[in-house]
């Protein structure tokens, strides 16, 4: 008889089907693993569970109860909490303070210090944390952070605890405490949601699992028992792989963009790599092995500490993103929301705004000129929106995607095209029709640079793949070298297996 | 019924409408509002928040913010009278007013856009520097203007409206035009609406906002100018708290705090609504201290307003 329960639950995006009919139920005192590719729709199921998100139909219940939450704060008083990859402790206060935050013992307003510090001592011993109460958060390590929030849900006698990506950021000796742990509130008969995509860990650690893939429920498996670690990875996956990328072999040309051991802040070992007219090279890594960081230094935006980067060997001497523009390399960022669209705007202005200086006089814009670039886009790109006037926060990610690839392309003389995780939250037809793009602008003689941290991406769409690890370029193989081992083998950090990551 | 008003004033045009609506009520419900003379006297009284609100649309539309107006208005002001006192010459006493007010703004724009300083603190505290040189330069005494003819600037009129009138009008225009249709406007928008991305962009961000700033201490120069004029002195005590009427009749016009939304039209009226409130009020001879409270529950009003607006156009 399970204890929580999910019930086909459905839930659309604008353009995009998150969830839907997602059934599976978990009994009590269990570890229950939840996995799937990026996109696959575990966050937003998280989501749901956390009442951050609702449901557009089904339902969620916890022994036999249907849960229907308002808010977060809803389910919080429910037993239901969510501890995100993102903690949220108040660095300032004390771990005493916020594990009382909220529920501070008081009279008349006035904390009563000894208490709170009794009724936290209390609680914290007995879930078996070593944790000094009178520390603040700030000077805590992030594996101790982690720590203080699953003694929060203990503090509220949670009843379902779900972790999303806990390790991600521990080391390995963290880890091993924070399983420890985990088994404890197993014992004690919790229900504990375990999001990871590390197979090694939900193998050790779960009682129970299901797979989503593309928003749907790609296996449960009641026990792990039978279950190999092969066949889970297939129902991530679940397609053929060659289905969807579509790789035209291409012939490369002259060297188009040479980078020479270019550093920066947040880049310390000098980098340096070469992209030939035609060609897609891949960078492949883990989250933070400093793939972004490298791309933004060869686009300008952030400062460089030194080395240089030439473009059909004339030298780039751009300090910032126009100067790089003008020179013919573009940068289409990884973070959409933050560094892409410009909230509030139109279509139109969002393709133009760096294009239009081709054909404006004196600074006055010509309407006709601009008018035509976002019509010719649109329909090039096939952004699916009513009107290039519609603001583009309105539009999906994909299309949100291929606004800004327009935003690129209506600039005359690209050379380097620049795409950092192109195909995040993007769904799998519009996929498609990026890839092709990117074939099709390397056909016409761009050289074009893709940051992925999927494995199947870079190995299906790119000719030349670089690998990094920590800050430096690890390893460099060409197509006929792809093997999945030797890549992630070179992004993986010593201590970890390539079992590790799974997709 | 209610659905289609609410689709009204909760629209594009909606304070457009609910400015006529008033027109409207206060031109039937209070003598002696529509008359020529009136009119002209109400468009004289918004002249010089006018001219200040097309810049500040600019400030506030790239999600900055100015409270140094007020002193530079009156600090150019000083600088006009007396420059043109000494020197005999109203032209070189325009242009050194004009160019104080764009050399205060550059200093603003500079240190926001360049030292990465709030914009809130740094005029903040230009807004005090300024205002102590214009009552250190007159010992905080009002300068009398020498030459009747600068008197003229205020007094003199072209088909019988009043040259500040068609000064304010002109930079109406000007300023529409620029937000519309040009680089510098729609950048402006761009960075109010999400600054990294323009940058990301190709958009010259600092440099933009530099403009901004100067641009606003040009237009304040020129506000001060015509402010003197009118007041025959240079006051050092002039325009105190002007900014708060200029941001207020912005925000009534519809432009975001948040930054990206700015329409010249909806600043129009938006001044103009401050001006007839304040108009009415003065006609049927409500005490000025009521005035403080109807102008700040108009102002809370018009929020709650685009408030309301804004999480209607998030769910289309």
Same mark, same amino acid.
């Given at each position: 008889m399970s204890f929580l329960d999910f019930s086909q639950i459905t839930k659309t995006y604008p353009g995009v089907k998150a969830l839907s009919d997602v059934s599976f139920g978990v009994v009590k005192g269990a570890v229950h693993g939840l996995m799937g590719e990026n996109g696959a729709g575990k966050s937003t199921l998280i989501k749901i569970l956390s009442g951050d998100q609702h449901a557009d139909e089904g339902e969620i219940s916890i022994d036999g109860k249907v849960q229907a939450y308002a808010s977060t704060r809803d389910a919080f008083d429910n037993g239901v909490i969510v501890i995100h990859q993102e903690l949220q402790l %108040?660095? $300032?206060? +004390?771990v005493a303070e916020n594990l009382s935050l909220g529920r501070f013992p008081a009279s008349a307003g006035i904390i009563a210090g000894r208490r709170m510090l009794e009724d936290v001592g209390a609680k914290l011993k007995s879930a078996g944390i070593d944790i000094d109460m009178r520390r603040k958060v700030k000077t805590l390590s992030i594996g101790e952070r982690q720590m203080v929030e699953i003694a929060k849900a203990i503090m509220l006698d949670a009843r379902v605890i779900a972790l999303d $990506?806990? +390790?991600?950021?521990?080391s390995s000796r963290e880890s091993e405490i924070l399983f420890a742990l985990i088994d404890r509130l197993r014992g004690e008969g919790k229900v504990i949601i375990y999001v990871s995509h590390r197979l090694d860990e939900v193998f050790r650690l779960c009682d129970s699992l299901t797979v989503l893939r593309d928003g749907k429920l790609a296996a449960h498996h009641a026990s792990l028992k039978d279950v190999t670690r092969d066949q889970v990875v297939a129902e991530m996956v679940g397609r053929e792989i060659s289905d969807i990328w579509g790789f035209r072999p291409r012939k490369a040309g002259d060297v188009r963009l040479k980078v020479e051991a270019l550093s920066g802040a947040k880049l310390r070992t000098p980098a340096s790599f070469e992209a030939r007219a035609g060609e897609i090279v891949g960078f492949f890594g883990l989250i933070g092995a400093g793939r972004s960081e490298l791309m933004r230094l060869v686009f300008g935006a952030d400062p460089r500490t030194g080395g240089a980067v030439t473009v059909d060997g004339k030298g780039i001497h751009a300090t910032d993103p126009h100067g790089a523009i003008r020179a013919g390399i573009v940068l289409c960022s990884e973070d959409r929301k933050h560094d892409g669209i410009i909230q509030g705007r139109s279509i139109e202005e969002n393709i133009n705004i760096s294009s239009r200086r081709h054909h404006t006089r004196f600074g006055v814009l010509n309407r006709a000129s601009e008018i035509a670039t976002a019509e010719t886009f649109i329909k090039k790109l096939k %952004?699916? +929106?009513?009107?290039?006037?519609?603001? /583009? /926060?309105?539009?999906s990610g994909g299309n949100q995607q291929k606004v800004i690839l327009g935003r690129w392309l209506s $600039?005359?003389? %690209?050379r380097v095209l620049i795409v950092d995780e192109p195909t995040r939250g993007i769904d799998v037809g519009a996929k498609s029709e990026i890839y092709e793009l990117l074939y099709q602008l390397a056909e016409d003689g761009m050289a074009i640079v893709v940051v992925s941290s999927e494995l199947p991406e870079v190995m299906g769409i790119c000719d030349r793949i670089l690998v990094m690890c920590g800050g430096r370029i690890n390893a460099e193989l060409t197509r006929d070298q792809f093997a999945e081992k030797a890549i992630l083998a070179a992004a993986l950090p010593d201590k970890k297996t390539p079992d590790a990551i799974a997709s | 019924m209610t659905d289609q008003l609410k689709k009204i004033l909760l629209g594009e045009q909606g304070l457009v409408v609910i400015f006529l609506v008033a027109f409207a009520l206060v031109s039937a419900l209070v003598?002696?509002?529509?008359?020529d003379r009136n009119m002209l006297g109400l468009l004289q009284s918004v002249v010089t928040v006018g001219i200040v609100a097309c810049t500040m649309m600019f400030c506030l539309a790239a999600r900055d913010f100015d409270l140094s107006v007020g002193s530079i208005v009156a600090f150019a002001g000083m600088v006009a009278v007396m420059a043109s006192n000494a020197t005999g010459s109203i032209l070189l006493g325009l242009l050194s007013a004009i160019a104080c007010g764009a050399f205060v703004g550059f200093i603003n724009g500079v240190v926001i856009a360049?030292?990465?300083?709030n914009a809130l603190i740094t005029t903040l505290a230009t807004m005090q520097i300024v205002r102590g040189f214009a009552l250190i330069a007159s010992d905080g005494r009002a300068v009398g203007i020498n030459s009747p003819d600068f008197y003229q600037l205020a007094l003199s009129k072209l088909l019988g409206i009043p040259t500040p009138i068609w000064v304010l009008a002109v930079l109406f225009g000007i300023f529409g035009f620029v937000l519309n249709r040009t680089v510098f406007g729609k950048n402006t928008l761009a960075i109010g609406g999400n600054p990294e991305a323009s940058r990301l962009a190709g958009v010259n961000v600092d440099r933009t906002r530099i403009w901004i700033f100067t641009l606003q201490g040009v237009v304040c120069g020129i506000a001060g100018i015509l402010l003197a004029s009118r007041i025959t002195s240079g006051q050092p005590n002039a325009a105190v708290g002007l900014e708060l009427s200029v941001i207020s009749a912005c925000v009534l016009g519809g432009v975001s705090l948040a930054g990206g939304r700015a329409t010249m039209s909806g600043v129009i009226v938006g001044v103009l609504i401050m001006g007839i409130a304040e108009n009415a009020m003065n006609l049927l001879n409500i005490p000025a201290f009521y005035q403080y409270i109807v102008r700040g529950v108009i102002l809370l009003l018009a929020v709650l307003l685009d408030n309301l607006r804004s999480s209607a156009l998030g769910r289309r």
């Open positions: %108040v660095p $300032e206060l +004390t $990506e806990p +390790t991600s950021s521990l %952004v699916r +929106t009513p009107s290039r006037n519609q603001d /583009i /926060i309105n539009l $600039e005359q003389g %690209v | 003598p002696n509002f529509l008359t360049k030292f990465r300083i």
